[in-house]
């Protein structure tokens, strides 16, 4: 078999390997999409906790890129803040070892092909499954990724013959590269960042390091030397990731960079009594040259070195995490205005969640809350527009009014977008329920912003009507609805950010109930408005037709905003709102089976 030949196959083996890992870190996701919020929630206490939740995520699922990229669009969107972030890229240096230890304990122990295609084959057809077994489905996804990594290591493996690594010519020409002096080690560690950086996947560098090992095509030391280099090129994912984010990402990003490469230098200084050091934990001779026993004993050894390594840096750098982040302050530094957006621009989104889709629903959440804010900032304008009595104030609120709006229309086309290239991917039962529901908020929030529109027109068209299409009373009433619309805007928000898997029970119980109330007492108060008016009419009151038409308009779409308030609590609580009797029964107020008439 001719070099040509062998670097195809091996590069096909790759190809398999990374394929598998792929699905397997995705089905993993899908698994512990909503354990993993929970897990990254528990960053917020202290750095310990941060480096401990961030190991156990990557241990999860198995892809430390995921997990950085998560971190990057976390503080992109003022989820973390630096010391957490740092503290959670920490943990995950480690809990990415563990990659190295799964090849390593099956890869070279066992006989791949005994299990490789019988799990393919149970993975692939599970997935098959009816609808309602969706976990087993999810496990089968991960599996068949499982079986597609070791095949793909198989192939590498195979690949390479028996004697490769014995023939005159490889030697001679590997001899040049091994770290004995301090030139080659900065070349071999070089050497390992550029392939992680082309492959963007550390693991797939690492499977490739243990595979030429366990051949005997390059020694334990130049492995070691390669396994520093993977460190720093690993770090390029999250840096890709922080590109256009807020400076808070790119300084977790830099970060990220700054904990490997200190962490690579201080090692390279003692390198190799740092070997000395894992050849005295790890039993076994790395250095014999039996294949057979060199396959048994070297891959340990590396693993070792790569578990080893990342854990005693963290162990080093955890205590200096203050410093580490004032250095990526000096490289990335403050300014009097930063991070500062345009309303219009998606503030939580920023940043693209691409291996972790399911966890862009809590950034989503936060970005519908924040278009919800325009709404309340609108209904606010409305509020103080009603009853002043300065023209220059009035033509500025109706103008922030109007651009509220327009705002509400943009967010909402810009999270439907984000949303829908979401949805493209394969998503758990449970992350398409939330991109739905959200879908619904967007249109909810966006109705409601319509209305405010609606109002701030007819305001704006009847200001200046000789004599005054509204008197004093026709105002106050208006007040009156504006500000039980707001009180009903501003518990809406409340209830968008609180409840992201809530049940019928406890406070989601008492918010539901307030909503209900809410939004009863506020269909009352157009009817006994609209009625009232219509009396001081009938006792001899001025009024023009569209003067009456637009006071009726004008409460109809603050009720109408009130709905849309109603719908957005639904979607949320996942509760549908009774008919109009039971409605009025929760509320505790007595129904009634008439309306009035329109204005």
């Known amino acids: 078999m001719n070099a040509v ?6 590069l096909g083996g790759l190809a398999v390997f990374l394929f598998g890992m792929k699905i397997m870190s995705d089905g993993l996701q899908k698994m512990a999409g909503v354990k993993m919020r929970q897990m990254l929630s528990i960053a917020t206490s202290n ?29 992109s969107a003022g989820l973390l803040n630096l010391y957490q972030s740092l503290g959670i890229i920490f943990g995950a240096n480690i809990g990415t070892t563990m990659t190295a230890w799964i090849v390593s304990l099956f890869g070279f122990k066992m006989d791949i092909a005994l299990f490789a295609l019988p799990v393919i084959a149970a993975g692939f057809f599970c997935q098959f499954l009816p609808a309602k077994w969706v976990a087993v489905r999810r496990a089968a996804e991960s599996l068949l990724g499982f079986g597609l990594l070791f095949l793909g290591l198989n192939i590498m493996k195979e690949a390479i013959p028996a004697d490769f690594g014995q023939s005159p010519f490889v030697v001679e020409w590997l001899s040049k590269f091994t770290p004995d002096t301090a030139l080659n080690l900065v070349l071999l560690i070089v050497t ?10 550390s693991s797939a560098v690492m ?7 366990a051949a005997g095509i390059i020694n334990f030391e130049t492995s070691c030397a390669l396994v520093l280099g993977e460190n720093i090129g690993t770090t390029i994912t999250a840096n890709l990731a922080a590109i256009g984010a807020t400076k808070t990402a790119r300084r977790a990003a830099v970060g990220h960079f700054l904990f490997n490469f200190i962490g690579v230098v201080w090692v390279s200084l003692i390198f190799h009594h740092f070997i000395h050091l894992i050849d005295w934990l790890v039993p076994g001779d790395p250095y014999v040259t039996d294949p057979a026993q060199l396959s048994s004993v070297l891959p340990y050894h590396i693993s070792a070195f790569h578990t080893v390594f990342n854990i005693a840096n963290t162990l080093i750098m ?3 995490l203050k410093q580490l982040a004032a250095l990526t302050l000096l490289i990335i530094p403050k300014s009097k205005r930063e991070d500062k957006h345009h309303d219009n621009e998606l503030l939580f989104l920023n940043t693209r969640f691409g291996q972790t889709p ?11 809350e924040r278009m919800m804010g325009f709404v309340s ?19 500025r609120l109706i103008s922030d009014a109007k651009d509220a709006e327009h705002t509400t229309d943009v967010l909402e086309h810009k999270i439907n977008s984000y949303l829908t290239q979401m949805t493209h991917g394969n998503l758990s039962r449970h992350a398409v329920a939330q991109t739905v529901a959200l879908f619904d908020l967007t249109n909810s929030i966006e109705g409601m912003g ?34 039980k619309t707001k009180t009903i805007i501003k518990n809406t928000r409340g209830v968008i950010l609180q409840f992201p898997n809530p049940q019928l029970n406890g406070a989601a119980g008492y918010m539901f109930k307030t909503a209900v109330i809410n939004e009863t007492e506020l269909n009352a108060m157009r009817k006994n408005l609209r009625a009232e008016r219509n009396t001081r009419i009938s006792q001899g009151q001025q009024a023009t037709p569209d003067s009456i038409t637009a006071y009726g308009d004008i409460l109809n779409n603050f009720e109408r905003m009130g709905d849309y308030a109603m719908r957005v609590t639904e979607t949320v609580l996942r509760v549908k709102t009774p008919d109009a009797e039971d409605m009025a029964a929760l509320a505790g107020m007595p129904s009634s089976n008439t309306d009035q008439p329109l204005a």
């Open 192 to 201: 390992g960042s550029i392939l992680t950086m082309i492959l963007q996947s």
């Open 358 to 368: 399911e966890l862009a629903i809590l950034a989503a959440r936060k970005e519908v």
């Open 318 to 320: 955890l205590p200096l």
């Open 47 to 75: 750095r310990l906790a941060a480096t401990f939740s961030g190991m156990l995520v990557t241990s999860i699922i198995q892809s430390s890129s995921a997990t950085t990229v998560m971190v990057v669009g976390f503080a």
């Open 450 to 483: 319509d209305c405010g529109e609606k109002i701030a027109k007819i305001l704006e068209k009847f200001r200046r009507m000789d004599p005054p299409a509204f008197n004093e009373q026709d105002l106050t009433n208006m007040e009156a609805m504006a500000r």
């Open 207 to 213: 499977a490739m390091t243990l595979t030429c090992a």
């Open 377 to 395: 900032k609108l209904t606010d304008k409305l509020l103080l527009a009603i009853k002043t009595d300065d023209d220059k104030l009035f033509e």
């Open 5 to 10: 030949q062998i670097t195809l196959n091996v």
